[in-house]
């Protein structure tokens, strides 16, 4: 058993994550706390840019690409509010069982040839679109966005 430094409440080991360093190889705070913490960290818009932006530095550094951006961009485009593509409002709230909020901010390459993240190559949309784009691009998703419209 060990004591949560947040919840202060006693708790078997298995509720608490690994993590070198520590006496005990444990994270201080039990995994519901850290869990609660992550997602309110991310309600906050300047670390959701720091966590979009770790994000895409650490796809660069796997798939190529240079990240030119910088937190402070993607942090104006978040308080903006605004999708770039659809003009539709971004929500940071999470949503349950680790699915993606389709509201949420996300960073879209322009050209997704281009590997690298520069403010020329850079727009922030909503999750869903994004997705939508990823797997069938602009020039097929457009049609059906737009007829979308119509419904
Ligand atoms: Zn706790």
Redesign the pocket.
């Known amino acids: 058993m060990k004591t949560?430094?947040?919840?202060?409440?006693n708790?078997p080991l298995n509720c608490f994550s690994k993590r070198k360093n520590t006496s005990d190889g444990l994270q201080w705070?039990?995994k519901?706390?850290k869990k609660l913490d992550d997602a309110n960290r991310l309600l906050n818009p300047k670390s959701r840019s720091a966590f979009l932006f770790n994000s895409a530095k650490l796809r660069s550094k796997k798939f190529g690409g240079v990240v030119s951006i910088t937190p402070e961009w993607i942090e104006e485009k978040i308080l903006k509010g605004k999708c770039d593509l659809t003009g539709l409002p971004f929500d940071l709230t999470p949503v349950e069982n680790n699915h993606v909020n389709p509201y949420a901010p996300s960073l879209d390459r322009i050209d997704s040839k281009n590997r690298n993240y520069s403010i020329e190559n850079t727009r922030v949309v909503l999750s869903a679109v994004n997705a939508a784009l990823n797997e069938w691009g602009i020039e097929t998703m457009r049609p059906i966005f737009k007829s979308l419209g119509d419904l």
């Open positions: 949560c430094n947040k919840c202060q409440i708790k705070w039990c519901d706390c």
